[in-house]
């Protein structure tokens, strides 16, 4: 057993039996209004973070340090929830 497959369990099983890569579950027609939610949420906050942050930088006040922050969280958010379903590089 190397370093690695002691550090990470399940590691040295095979990629089917453990379940392989992980992901959110796919899109089925149960839980696409959720998605459509989250997309829709998530979306609007961004769009009301990047105007705020234009508005507080034309009125010549310092922006707060948490806004980039939290939009680079939206993004990131919204990365994942868009690439439900799809394989990563190498996958099927």
Wanted: aromatic content about 4%.
């Amino acid at each position: 057993m190397s370093l690695a497959g002691a550090e990470i369990p399940g590691s040295q099983e095979p990629r089917g039996r453990n379940g392989g890569n992980e992901s959110l579950p796919r899109i089925t027609k149960l839980n696409r209004s959720l998605y459509q939610l989250v997309l829709w949420i998530l979306g609007i906050a961004l769009i009301l973070l990047i105007l705020g942050w234009v508005i507080i930088t034309l009125v010549g006040k310092s922006v707060p340090e948490g806004i980039p922050v939290v939009i680079a969280t939206i993004v990131g958010a919204l990365v994942g929830v868009l690439s439900t379903g799809r394989g990563s590089a190498g996958t099927p």
